[in-house]
């Protein structure tokens, strides 16, 4: 007998059907012994619809009133699943965020789990082997009492934190995918499904652009030592043995795996825009003067090159923000040419970065060399380059980002035979 946590997506209870179908993948596994904790999504849609209605109503609106409407799309999945499982004879309720409670930081629409009281659920499991099916996404902040919400995609975190919480053995992530793939299976049809992934690589492949799983939830489970299971909720619950090994990809410790591949996956994202500052004066703090308020401004800056300008004498900074920053950052350096003395502003939307991931990269020379080299032979050429400790990143143009990926997917054995 183990306690399992198993957390559904939007997709996989989009409509009654499908919550019905997940409640027999929850009886599956209670019938197999399991103690288990339900955490699910709104159903496909609703957060998105529910946003839109708060800024239909005003634009500008408050951030306490965005998450008490926003919260209510996973208080109805987890109610409904509840009443589907009781229809399969199976005792369940349904625990809203602040009814356990999940107590979060005051940060609206992006609040943070500061700690989850999971004793009530221990109990009901000990007492009357009750399925909790909690509210993913939504939590309450104990000083003001108001309901807080996750930031989107925050039902990974939830569930993840909550396996952490009940001491779970696992945490099943039942979604659209039957795993983590060595790259997006809809650019490389040849990428195949990795059985175990480490958890600093999958923090890297999602915060690369892996869209498998929200990376703050991976981040918990290195923390906390929870070992994540990505699996797809379409396969018939019926067809499952609960004792065997289903598809899916193990998100685990690093020692857990075996066999250390030197790149384990390509992640991409054309989401990011290059910012080049020319004729900088080179000389101490014209970083700090153009960083600095870019911080403030709360705009993420990932790569960074710095270079000897056209004259020789000044210097070029480049970097790239997030796509949607790229107006806010645009404002807030050119309003402070001055001050940052500097001649031209230059930028570029259309680029892509292409990541390539591997711990094992840490003990082999030369994996970035071959790449660029890779690139080169395709005539794709590189605008910047960032280096990690298990990862190298590139940015190009956005209209190569297929071919590059496609490149370095076979380059590194990759693709599957
Ligand atoms: N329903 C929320 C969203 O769409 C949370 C989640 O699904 O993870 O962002
Ligand atoms: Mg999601």
Redesign the pocket.
């Known amino acids: 007998m183990g306690r399992l946590v198993m957390k559904f997506?939007?997709t996989s209870v989009a409509n009654i059907e499908r919550i019905q179908n997940v409640a027999r993948h929850v009886k599956r596994e209670v019938d197999a012994g399991h103690e288990v904790a339900v955490v699910v999504?709104?159903m496909a849609g609703k957060?998105n619809e529910l946003v839109a209605w708060c800024t239909e109503a005003s634009p500008m609106h408050d951030a306490r009133e965005y998450d008490a409407v926003v919260a209510s799309?996973?208080q109805v999945t987890s109610g409904l699943l509840a009443i589907a499982l009781q229809a399969l004879g199976i005792q369940a309720r349904s625990w809203q965020g602040w009814q356990l409670p999940i107590r979060t930081s005051d940060a609206h629409a992006s609040a943070r789990i500061v700690d989850i009281d999971g004793s009530e659920i221990i109990k009901r499991f000990d007492e009357r082997k009750e399925v909790a099916v909690i509210a993913?996404?939504q939590g309450i902040n104990a000083e003001t009492n108001r309901i807080t919400t996750l930031g989107?995609?925050?039902?990974?975190t939830s569930a993840v934190a909550i396996a952490a919480a009940l001491k779970a053995d696992r945490c099943d992530i039942y979604t659209d995918v039957d795993g983590v793939y060595t790259t997006d299976p809809r650019v490389v049809p040849k990428a195949k499904r990795l059985d175990k992934v480490a958890f600093e690589e999958m923090l890297e492949l999602a915060s690369q652009g892996a869209k498998v799983l929200q990376v703050r939830s991976v981040e918990l489970g290195m923390v906390y030592n929870v070992p994540i299971f990505v699996r797809s909720s379409f396969d018939k619950p019926e067809d499952i043995d609960p004792h065997g090994t289903p598809p899916g990809t193990l998100i685990c410790s690093e020692e857990k795996i075996m066999e250390n591949h030197v790149v384990t996956g390509i992640a991409f994202s054309k989401d990011e825009a290059q910012i080049s500052v020319r004729r900088i004066e080179d000389k101490p703090g014209v970083a700090a003067s153009i960083f600095g308020p870019l911080a403030d401004a709360n705009i993420n800056v990932d790569m960074i090159v710095q270079n000897v300008s056209e004259d020789g004498k000044t210097t070029d900074l480049t970097f790239t923000v997030p796509a949607a920053d790229f107006a806010r950052a645009k404002q807030t350096i050119t309003s402070a040419q001055d001050k940052i003395g500097y001649a031209r502003f230059d930028s570029e939307t259309d680029v892509a970065k292409v990541s390539v991931i591997g711990s094992g990269m840490r003990s082999h020379a030369g994996v970035a060399a071959q790449a660029f080299a890779a690139l080169a032979a395709r005539n794709i050429n590189i605008r910047a380059i960032t280096t990690s400790e298990i990862k190298f990143s590139v940015l190009i143009d956005a209209a190569y980002t297929e071919l590059a990926v496609r490149t370095l997917h076979t380059l590194y054995g990759l693709d599957q035979v």
């Open positions: 997506g939007g999504s709104a957060t799309g996973e993913g996404f989107r995609g925050g039902s990974d």
